[in-house]
């Protein structure tokens, strides 16, 4: 059996990020740039009112100005103004010729179609977007490996780019395995529990931006689940087997994971919950045999499977990881790292009731894990620990 540790360090070294696609900008969002990006023109590509107002020549600030026309926002056509003329301009409008300055229409006063400027704060390019001042072509607009965030989003598309080369997001099935389940909304019948696995593991990835996921069910034997894997290897990144990954009669994801040609890289780790943990590898593709107990497949998921997930997509991890003050008396015994559910707040970590990982009902209110280390066995209130606080 390994360290949390280890195998941590051997799924990094085991995961190797997807080969980047491209994809319509739209489609890109939360995706990370897998090349550099480049503006193709000047933007704003001409000079542009930043208000409504007047365009002037600065050196007529003192003058009366005849109005002699309007240019509003989207208009196809330019005017120019000579010395002594101002144009009416709106917001995001190109400037006419020969003006250097844009007055804002609550500092003048207007007769008939004269007007006189009182704006004391008024300088040469006052209110004008200068052509290309957000970006010239050619300049880099966004480097390589960059999150594509909302913001960044909005960015590429005022710049006119359409089309983004990114890591993909992993293809996902995950594999329910039990004879024992029921989906939720039928009737349970005796020795039956409902299904809930795939529902909290398909949260979990569309939290992170997974849409693309297959969930299939294998009954418990060898035959078939070896038939479901090597269907879900057809067309997966990341394959997310759940239960039957321990020593009972009817655990066979070890040996099916074999006839699948699915290269073993660790079984069972020294952990709890999840410590019957399987962690495989076909080419690149990454399986996981997660501990079929509910709050051991989250469990294992915070801690190894989103981790993958965010090295597949080249992205930071977002389980971050920082040490607290432990509010309770704990003890359990050595020899296996403890991950309880746990509240954290002002730099405090609370370990809620209900452990067990057959439950999730203290796993529903956690915002954290508390790590509670291997060798030791004593935890007291008031000592330092350390807590992977959990996407939110
Ligand atoms: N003799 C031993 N027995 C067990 C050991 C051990 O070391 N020696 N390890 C225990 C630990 S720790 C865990 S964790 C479980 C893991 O077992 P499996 O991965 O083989 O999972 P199953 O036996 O199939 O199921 C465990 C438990 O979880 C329920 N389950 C499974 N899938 C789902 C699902 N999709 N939704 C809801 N609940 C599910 C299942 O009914 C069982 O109650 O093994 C221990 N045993
Ligand atoms: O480790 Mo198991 O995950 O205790 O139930």
């Known amino acids: ?36 990006i480049y503006a193709n023109f000047d933007i704003p590509a001409f000079r542009q009112s930043s208000m409504d107002g007047y365009a002037i020549m600065f050196d ?27 144009s009416r301009i709106f917001t995001g409008a190109p400037l006419p010729e020969g003006a250097d300055a844009v007055v804002m229409q609550e500092k003048i006063i207007q007769t008939d179609n004269k007007i006189t400027i009182r704006d004391e704060k008024l300088s040469v390019g006052l209110n004008v977007r200068e052509k290309g001042s957000e970006i010239k072509s050619g300049a880099l607009a966004i480097e390589k ?13 005022g710049i006119g780019v359409t089309e983004v080369e990114v890591y993909p997001m992993p293809r996902v099935s995950i594999i329910i395995t039990g004879n024992e389940l029921q989906q939720p909304g039928l009737a349970l019948n005796f020795g039956q529990v409902y299904e809930s696995n795939s529902y909290s593991l398909s949260a979990a990835l569309k939290k992170e931006g997974v849409y693309n996921i297959e969930i299939l069910t294998a009954e418990d034997n060898l035959e078939t689940l070896t038939k479901v894997i090597e269907s879900a290897l057809q067309n997966s ?55 079929g107990n509910p709050s051991s497949v989250l469990s294992c998921y ?6 993958a ?26 020899g296996l790292t403890h991950f309880l559910k746990g509240q954290f707040a002002n730099g405090k970590a609370t370990p809620l009731n209900a452990q067990e990982s057959y439950r999730l009902s203290s796993f529903a209110q956690a915002n954290c894990l508390i790590c509670l280390n291997e060798e030791q066995e004593i935890f007291n209130a008031g000592g330092a620990v350390k807590v992977l606080l959990l996407p939110n």
């Open 309 to 334: 997930l965010k090295m597949l997509s080249n992205k930071e991890n977002s389980v971050v990881e920082v040490n607290a003050e432990l509010t309770h008396n704990y003890k359990k015994p050595t």
């Open 60 to 86: 007529d600030k003192e003058v009366e100005l005849e109005l002699i026309g309007e240019m509003a926002a989207g208009t196809g056509h330019s005017i120019t103004i000579q010395k002594g003329q101002t």
């Open 302 to 307: 915070y801690n190894y499977v989103l981790p």
């Open 145 to 157: 490996d960059a999150l594509l965030s909302p913001a960044a989003i909005g960015f590429l598309a």
């Open 1 to 36: 059996m390994i360290s949390v540790e280890q195998a941590k360090k051997l799924i990094k070294e085991h995961t190797i990020a997807l080969a980047p696609v491209k994809l319509k900008l739209q489609d890109a969002s939360e995706h990370t740039l897998a090349a550099d």
């Open 237 to 291: 990144d990341l394959v997310l087997l759940n239960g039957g990954v321990s020593v009972g009669d009817y655990d066979f994801v070890t040996k099916a994971a074999n006839a699948c040609g699915i290269e073993q890289i660790f079984h069972k780790v020294k952990q709890k919950p999840g410590k019957p943990l399987f962690f495989g590898k076909k080419n690149n593709q990454l399986v996981f045999g997660l501990p």
